[in-house]
């Protein structure tokens, strides 16, 4: 047995760290901070100088989440070159026209579209192409793919993102988050045309580019049926009684919270909700000595939230345990309910995970298991490969990802 202790055993166990690449910190803009366009005399300013420029708008938005109501942009930042970066806010702004149409005439760079797309297309904004560096470099297969670590991989920057959850509802905006709202999109033409080469280099970027105009294209999400089923800590509720209470309750501060404009968990926290249900809560004293009952807002509007409890204490439109539900049953009880199926989602699975090993892109943008799912569950009659890719096509997968598992799929499932 070797002896551990000497010294060609150490320097064969003892693996030396690579120094970190040196970054540098991308602390302002290089054109300055831009001013914030507020009036319709700046705004047609900054639309022409925007049309004067070159090439795709870089574009990012700044929403109120946790402080506001609803998921509205509070400032568009938008770059181009040859024309600088400018930040709108659409607040204060009349009329938008001008800007719509400007923006819904060009392609768009962002990173992680679907976070800012639904409040551009609730000001009537549409790009007519686009390139989401975040969706790009899952494709490529970044383990990581925050701008800031996308921005430091491919172009050794530091960029900071200190800023990222403060109320942008704010009026004036502090000079620190405008700064930080402008380099958002300072670099993502850089960061586009490196994370492109990388695509090249891989073969994939006919595969971005499919996946871009899907995106462009989806549908904004839209409410589910019972929303308020959706209260954090509600599965600790087993009478209909009691989901009568919760849902009075959350309807009612929903309600408040859209004619108030302020985010719902800010009127009164989803466990301040839970708690008033498990405690029985009787009248408004009773109420505030509830945890989550002590805030300003939450104390102002109690007699509110007592004729809530009190609908639901009194309603005969008692909601089901369980929500009702649509689609297919959980993979979980296939084995059950329909062994083939459960057969091929294993079958699937293997499939799934091989190519997303070959080809280094992560299974769920391989495939959306949902898709994954419908096609196991209810398989083409044949089991070709022109059905298997005619099915997932009808499902709504892209042209390449039926190229990469429909011939796999039709063998596995052949093979069974």
Same mark, same amino acid.
């Given at each position: ?84 970066? /400018? ?162 309750? /959350? ?125 196991? /569950? ?21 042209? /390449? ?16």
């Amino acid at each position: 047995m070797p002896n551990s202790d000497s010294p060609a055993s150490e320097s064969s166990t003892t693996e030396i760290e690579p120094n970190p690449p040196v970054l540098t910190p991308l602390t302002h803009p290089r054109d300055g901070i831009p001013e914030v366009i507020n009036t319709q005399v700046a705004l047609r300013r900054a639309v022409r100088a925007l049309r004067a420029g070159t090439g795709d708008l870089a574009v990012d938005t700044e929403r109120a989440s946790g402080f506001r109501y609803g998921q509205r942009a509070f400032l568009i930042q938008i770059r181009r070159e040859g024309a600088g970066t /400018w930040l709108i806010d659409p607040e204060v702004l009349d009329d938008l026209a001008e800007l719509r149409d400007f923006m819904n005439e060009q392609p768009w760079i962002l990173h992680a579209a679907t976070q800012d797309l639904p409040c551009l297309h609730e000001l009537g904004m549409s790009p007519t192409a686009l390139f989401d560096t975040e969706l790009a470099g899952r494709l490529a297969g970044f383990p990581r793919v925050s701008l800031g670590t996308m921005v430091a991989e491919l172009l050794g920057l530091q960029l900071a993102k200190e800023h990222s959850a403060v109320d942008w509802s704010t009026r004036p905006l502090p000079e620190s988050w405008l700064n930080y709202a402008a380099l958002d999109v300072e670099v993502l033409e850089e960061l586009r045309q490196e994370i492109t080469k990388i695509l090249q280099e891989q073969g994939k970027l006919e595969f971005a580019l499919q996946e871009f105009e899907y995106e462009r294209n989806l549908p904004d999400p839209q409410p589910a049926e019972e929303p308020w089923r959706k209260l954090s800590g509600i599965h600790k509720l087993k009478s209909r009684r009691n989901l009568a209470i919760a849902r009075e309750l /959350w309807l009612s501060r929903e309600s408040l919270a859209r004619t108030q404009d302020i985010a719902p968990g800010r009127l009164l926290p989803d466990r301040a909700i839970l708690a008033a249900i498990e405690q029985k809560a009787s009248s408004v004293p009773s109420l505030l000595q509830i945890p989550g009952f002590h805030t300003r807002h939450a104390k102002r509007d109690a007699p509110r939230w007592m004729d809530a409890i009190s609908r639901g204490r009194n309603t005969r439109d008692l909601p089901e345990v369980r929500s009702a539900k649509t689609g297919l049953p959980h993979p979980r009880s296939w084995a059950e309910k329909k062994p083939a199926a459960a057969t091929r989602h294993e079958a699937a699975k293997e499939v799934l995970s091989a190519v997303s090993e070959h080809w280094n892109i992560p299974a769920e943008n391989l495939l959306t298991p949902k898709y994954l799912r419908e096609l196991c /569950w209810n398989p083409p009659a044949s089991l070709s490969t022109e059905a298997v890719a005619k099915k997932l096509a009808s499902l709504g997968a892209r042209q /390449w990802q039926q190229e990469l598992l429909a011939a796999p799929f039709a063998q596995a499932f052949t093979a069974i």
